[in-house]
């Protein structure tokens, strides 16, 4: 289970008491999946840049480590990641490294690359349209550094701004899939997560092909740390994610993590078999006793569309586990690498 404690400050006496971070060498990665991101990156750099020195003059042992993913974008992210981190004096301060996809794979991959290849003592995925704000590193790492938490997770409070519609089949993902899987998934949880070198070790020997992080985090268990904050909308670009890929990410993460559906397939034909035995004596007995008149047409009619609509539901369910089950035995990669490199450090 995971530990959930009321957002907070922890006190820095306590800190500074726990641990000797002060004098001790650790580096901090943070990783940085980006899909399009050309009009957000020049901010992003400069913003992270000035949450590292911020870090800096708190903790001056802690080197930094930036690994970027472009996930196949289709503007000028890969030109902006390689001159971004040199004109925000980024690479001045951090390691910068990047991976470039063939083609589009998703975040969801994008995490999993950079997770890969992040080599810190702690490290963080972060979204580069400043919705998660680089100037929250410090409390997160202050609070890692008490010894008690693996990491240091952000959750936003409120879901302003957002279409009503969403946040109401988003709440409803969250109370549903909590019921139904072990892994445990906060609602308004975002992949804003600082971990521990066990904690991302952890994560990484999930080697499913169908990843959903959300409930990864969760499955593998370890002491976390919410801290709230208040969403802010990203500061340029637009969303990758319609309603449509958020709801199969919802059957993604359900699929992954439950098989609840796969038992509530098999109760309904359980039920429906044991109506039908009821239903069979009566009409046997009815027949017997005022004999067999035709009737009731469109009632069986409905019964046979009810049940054969039941049936098709149920197979739909087998086939989206079965489905997952062949992609994963296939063990294609979970991304291809076109391009990778590191940035000069000036
Ligand atoms: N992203 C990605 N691959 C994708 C979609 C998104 O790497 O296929 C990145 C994107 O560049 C951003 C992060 O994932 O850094 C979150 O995406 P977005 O801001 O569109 O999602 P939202 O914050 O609206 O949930
Ligand atoms: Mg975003």
Not at 52 to 64: A, N, V
Not at 95 to 116: D, H, I, P, W
Not at 243 to 265: C, D, H, N, Q, R
Not at 280 to 289: F, K, P, Q, S, T
């Amino acid at each position: 289970m995971l530990e959930r404690e009321k957002a907070g400050n922890v006190t820095d006496t306590k800190i500074e008491k726990a641990s000797n971070i002060q004098t001790e060498k650790k580096r901090l990665s943070v990783v940085v999946p980006c899909y399009n991101e050309a009009a957000t990156l020049d901010a992003f750099c400069a913003a992270l840049t000035a949450s590292f020195q911020g870090i800096s003059k708190k903790y001056p042992h802690i080197s930094f480590e930036v690994v970027f993913i472009n996930d196949g974008s289709t503007d000028a992210t890969l030109d902006l990641i390689k001159t971004a981190p040199q004109t925000s004096g980024l690479s001045v301060l951090a390691q910068v490294r990047y991976f470039s996809f063939s083609r589009n794979f998703g975040k969801e991959a994008g995490m999993y690359a950079g997770l890969t290849a992040a080599t810190g003592d702690y490290v963080t995925t972060m979204d580069a349209d400043l919705q998660d704000p680089p100037a929250l590193l410090r409390e997160m790492l202050s609070i890692l550094f008490s010894g008690q938490y693996d990491s240091v997770a952000m959750r936003r409070v409120s879901r302003k701004g957002e279409p009503p519609i969403r946040s109401f089949f988003a709440r409803a993902f969250y109370k549903l899939i909590n019921r139904i899987s072990d892994a445990d998934i906060v609602d308004g949880a975002r992949d804003f997560r600082l971990m521990s070198r066990q904690m991302v070790d952890a994560v990484l020997s999930l080697q499913e092909r169908n990843r959903f992080t959300k409930g990864i985090f969760g499955w593998v268990g370890f002491k976390t740390y919410w801290l709230e904050y208040e969403h802010t909308d990203r500061i340029a670009g637009e969303t990758s994610f319609s309603f449509w890929s958020l709801f199969k990410y919802a059957i993604e993460g359900i699929v992954s993590f439950s098989s609840t559906p796969l038992a509530i397939s098999s109760a309904v034909g359980i039920f429906l078999s044991f109506i039908a035995v009821i239903f069979m004596i009566v009409l046997l007995v009815r027949a017997a006793i005022f004999g067999d008149a035709v009737a009731g047409w469109p009632s069986l009619m409905c019964t046979v569309l009810f049940v054969g609509g039941l049936q098709l539901l149920g197979i739909g369910v087998l086939g989206a586990y079965q489905a997952r089950t062949y992609t994963e035995t296939k063990k294609r990669p979970i991304y291809i690498v076109k391009e990778e490199g590191e940035i000069e450090q000036s």
